[in-house]
């Protein structure tokens, strides 16, 4: 268990009542500049991948979803002062399950629809910290993530299949208890992140500046939920290739209580 906290008691309890929070702290220039380059050798690898739909960019070398990824970003999913954070907020049985480089090209990058993870993940009862870190300026402009507040206590909503080719992922919300306008905008430096909770409401416009938008998500989950590899088919259902069956996780804190497959996937 950790013995740092470094999210305030105010932090916590708008991650409680808002479903996101900004932390107070920033990355040191010194990781920023590893990930700037890993950003650059993974676009440089994957040149047939749309640069916002990088999964499992985590994991090193050729990975099950069609990926070249990169050991800076595992790095960075493992640094305490990001995993703490996640402790204050899930507590401490901790899996690392899922890493994307969210990249918008400047000019062209797409558009988020507004959407809760949830309706995409195999994880049961459905828990997930996702972290956000951003690599670039991020701001209204080049197409920043931008949250509903509150809405992660509706719990699961209702969603719409939109098939369009422009989009980096293919459902929307789509239920009136939700206004989807009423949004706020995180803008964030390069080494800030946020964090947010699985069932929030959240998106982002396209990138029509010409400046490059670079994110990282990498998402977390408390052991005491399943990981369950059977729910949802390997394919391209959410709009690029997922593979869960095979998606490898990794315990990086405390013990796996529920039993999820820590073997699948590991070379
Ligand atoms: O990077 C974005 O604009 C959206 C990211 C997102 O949907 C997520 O991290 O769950």
Redesign the pocket.
Known sequence: MTTNAPLSAEAIQQYQEEGYLIPDCQLPESRLTDLMAAVDRVLLANPEVRPEKLVSVHISGLNQEGVRGDEAFMELAKDPVIVDCVEQLIGPDIILWGC?L?CKPGSDGME?PM?Q?GAYWPIRPLATC?V?VALDHVTEEN?C?QVVPGSHRHQSLTHQKESREDL??NQRVNDGRIDPENTVSLELAPGQFSMHDVHLV???HPNRSGKRRA?L?IRYMPSTSLFNRDLIDTGTGSGYLINFAKRPLWLIRGENRAGSDLKVGHA
């Open positions: 994307q969210f988020v959407h993870d996702t956000w197409g993530m980096v992922l959240h998106g982002s994110g998500a």
